[in-house]
T-cell receptor, first 112, second 115 residues
Framework: RKEVEQDPGPFNVPEGATVAFNCTYS??????FFWYRQDCRKEPKLLMS???SGNEDGRFTAQLNRASQYISLLIRDSKLSDSATYLC?????????????FGQGTTLQVKP | DVKVTQSSRYLVKRTGEKVFLECVQD?????MFWYRQDPGLGLRLIYF???????EKGDIPEGYSVSREKKERFSLILESASTNQTSMYLC??????????????FGPGTRLLVL
């Protein structure tokens, strides 16, 4: 079983739609969670951290459910520029030797 | 603006060749990482380094070695390239814990083809 699992999609949605991605992780001791974004043929970049209480950044909302070991990303009012692959990331370990474990990514295509 | 650069965007090598991939960061970061990214498998950590001359194995170190002689430079070495090492290689760096260590800054990647 993969340590971080995501539905690869693709998710094809019209502009203005609301779309949600889910991710599950297997290590219940994981403490830190993130969403990265990767545009086609580009490098990944941090989109947002995921906090226990849930957090919002503009049109993006991230949620964490520790009991179910589940992370979600909600995008409201989708824009064409949101088309990308969204990587769910969990930190294994902590401190200086903590390592990021990446899911395989969920591809979003926003259509006009 | 943060900057991680990699020596090549595209590389074609033959089976058995020794391959060097270079990564340089200008952010004075302590931690540096090498990943490979393959369809359906996502990013997998090959090696990382949290200080000059220090290195730690990641999840898939077999067939690779690394070198970190200077803080800003982290090299990935394929001692004898094989076709199953055809992949996209991504270098990343981050600062110490307590200073957004989870924010890794990635280079543009090197697409390596081994024939």
């Amino acid at each position: 079983r993969k340590e971080v699992e995501q539905d690869p999609g693709p998710f094809n949605v019209p502009e203005g739609a609301t779309v949600a991605f889910n991710c599950t992780y297997s290590n219940s001791a994981s403490q830190s969670f993130f969403w990265y974004r990767q545009d086609c043929r580009k490098e990944p970049k941090l989109l947002m951290s995921v906090y226990s209480s849930g957090n919002e950044d503009g049109r993006f909302t991230a949620q964490l459910n520790r009991a179910s070991q589940y992370i979600s990303l909600l995008i409201r009012d989708s824009k064409l520029s949101d088309s990308a692959t969204y990587l769910c990331v969990v930190m294994r370990g902590s401190g200086n030797t903590g390592k990021l474990i990446f899911g395989q990514g969920t591809t979003l295509q926003v259509k006009p | 603006d943060v900057k991680v650069t990699q020596s090549s965007r595209y590389l074609v090598k033959r089976t058995g060749e020794k391959v060097f991939l270079e990564c340089v960061q200008d952010m004075d970061h302590e931690n540096m990482f090498w990943y490979r990214q393959d369809p359906g498998l996502g990013l997998r950590l090959i090696y990382f380094s949290y200080d000059v001359k220090m290195k730690e194995k990641g999840d898939i170190p077999e067939g690779y070695s690394v070198s970190r002689e200077k803080k800003e430079r982290f090299s990935l070495i394929l001692e004898s390239a094989s076709t199953n090492q055809t992949s996209m290689y991504l270098c990343a760096s981050s600062s110490m814990p307590g200073r957004n260590q989870e924010t890794q800054y990635f280079g543009p990647g090197t697409r390596l083809l081994v024939l």
